[in-house]
């Protein structure tokens, strides 16, 4: 059964370094997202993706954060000086269109820790 | 502001003790209702979509329903595997809101 791959599932930082965190989506899907669980909280949104441009993004996704899709099978979420606050479990997933397929698949997350 | 509230927080079960899961929403322009299940440590796996107020579904043990301001997820004769946390997320434009979750334990 095809699935969404994240890489890595855990990352240690330095608060100001920057991280990659890298996402696989299923081959024939349109749509891309990276949400995020802080430990104990609700899964946010951050961003959505499609047709190699934002389509909608939080809040929380500030100038620190960027996504890319650098080739035709990587989706990547990049923050480029972490804080503190930026622990969390990140989520990516897709789908092919969410409104008539009913799923978005998400893969197993990327856990960040920020020291 | 869109606002998704679940309840209980966290339910615990007889195995075979049936129960419901409460989720109650406002949000503008809702396109749908989606209900995950998320086991420890791992990403949200789809359970169901409802896009229309009287809609129901089913799977295993399971059952979904909507009204305009509300989604019951019904879960009949329960078994331990079914414990995990079960999150409610309507979809607005294309993003989905995700609620808090109800955390169900199920003891054999």
């Known amino acids: 059964e095809p699935e969404v791959t994240q890489t890595p599932s855990h990352q240690v930082t330095q608060m100001g370094q920057e991280v990659i965190l890298r996402c696989v989506p299923i081959?024939?899907?349109?749509?891309f997202y990276w949400y995020r669980q802080i430990l104990g909280q609700k899964v946010e949104f951050l961003v959505s993706?499609?047709?190699?441009?934002?389509?909608?993004k939080s809040e929380i996704f500030d100038d620190q954060f960027s996504v890319e899709r650098p080739d035709g099978s990587n989706f990547t979420l990049k923050i480029r000086s972490t804080k503190l606050e930026d622990s969390a479990m990140y989520f990516c997933?897709?789908?092919?269109?969410?409104?008539?397929?009913?799923?978005?698949?998400f893969g197993e997350g990327s856990r960040l820790t920020v020291l | 502001e869109d606002q998704v509230t679940q309840s209980p927080e966290a339910l615990r079960l007889q195995e075979g003790e049936s129960s419901s899961l409460n989720c109650s929403y406002t949000v503008s322009g809702l396109r749908g209702l989606f209900w995950y299940r998320q086991d420890p440590g791992k990403g949200p796996e789809f359970l169901f979509t409802?896009?229309?107020a009287g809609e129901e579904k089913e799977k295993e043990r399971l059952k979904a329903t909507l009204t305009k301001k509300e989604s019951f997820l019904h879960i009949t004769a329960p078994k331990p595997e079914d414990s995990a946390t079960y999150l409610c997320?309507?979809?607005?434009?294309?993003?989905?809101?995700f609620g808090t979750g109800t955390r169900l334990q199920v003891f054999p």
């Open positions: 997320a309507p979809l607005n434009t294309d993003k989905l809101i």
């Open positions: 081959s024939n899907h349109l749509y």
């Open positions: 997933a897709s789908s092919v269109l969410v409104e008539f397929t009913g799923e978005l698949f």
């Open positions: 409802l896009y229309s």
């Open positions: 993706f499609y047709n190699n441009e934002i389509s909608e």
